[in-house]
T-cell receptor, first 113, second 117 residues
Framework: SQKIEQNSEALNIQEGKTATLTCNYTNYSPAYLQWYRQDPGRGPVFLLLIRENEKEKRKERLKVTFDTTLKQSLFHITASQPADSATYLCASAGSGNTGKLIFGQGTTLQVKP | GAVVSQHPSRVICKSGTSVKIECRSLDFQATTMFWYRQFPKQSLMLMATSNEGSKATYEQGVEKDKFLINHASLTLSTLTVTSAHPEDSSFYIC?????????????FGEGSWLTVV
């Protein structure tokens, strides 16, 4: 079955460093991948979408890559800040409907001052 | 910007009763909305696709008679948890796709915490 996996272990980094989160997919080839931020007790907030024909996408301090050979997307936050501490979710659409998302389990990022 | 609103944000109900959660798209029309459930420290699991004017489509393992979905208008979908049990306690989140020109973005509600006692 279609599966998205993220490192479930929390990532702890020092303020100012670059955080890198990994998303791997198996048993299908998503047309695009999305990254969301979720704070405790809140709904996910959309951050970035990258299509399969795009190698890299940037938005301010965020960068996402999509490697169809490795079946992997990397999510980078440069110059990380304590306010970046949250859980980051990788998601892709199941076959057909673009609104029906399959989520990874999320990686919790903790940025220490 | 576009917002998806859920109500209530928190609800406590007694075992055996029913509770309704509303999901509204505030400044766009959504022919399709989605309902997810999230248990603590786990990811979002899709429960069903809510289709305006027609029956909802449920994911495998989700009881349609227990989780009633009604998409009465282009801006409102409701999820009713019937005969709730403590194991139904969870965080329920809806999403809606804004496919208007220039947007094509999925927005999530803030979620609704359900506690069944």
């Amino acid at each position: 079955s279609q599966k998205i996996e993220q490192n479930s272990e929390a990532l702890n980094i020092q303020e100012g460093k670059t955080a890198t989160l990994t998303c791997n997919y198996t048993n299908y080839s998503p047309a695009y991948l999305q990254w969301y931020r979720q704070d405790p007790g809140r709904g996910p907030v959309f951050l970035l979408l990258i299509r399969e024909n795009e190698k890299e996408k940037r938005k301010e301090r965020l960068k996402v890559t999509f490697d169809t050979t490795l079946k992997q997307s990397l999510f980078h936050i440069t110059a990380s800040q304590p306010a970046d501490s949250a859980t980051y979710l990788c998601a892709s659409a199941g076959s057909g409907n673009t609104g029906k998302l399959i989520f990874g389990q999320g990686t919790t990022l903790q940025v220490k001052p | 910007g576009a917002v998806v609103s859920q109500h209530p944000s928190r609800v406590i109900c007694k075992s055996g009763t029913s509770v309704k959660i509303e999901c509204r798209s505030l400044d766009f029309q959504a022919t399709t909305m989605f309902w997810y459930r999230q248990f603590p420290k786990q990811s979002l699991m899709l429960m069903a696709t809510s289709n305006e004017g027609s029956k909802a489509t449920y994911e495998q393992g989700v009881e349609k008679d227990k989780f009633l979905i009604n998409h009465a208008s282009l801006t409102l979908s409701t999820l009713t948890v019937t005969s709730a049990h403590p194991e139904d306690s969870s965080f329920y989140i809806c999403s809606a796709s804004d496919s208007s020109p220039g947007r094509n973005t999925i927005y999530f509600g803030e979620g609704s915490w359900l506690t069944v006692v």
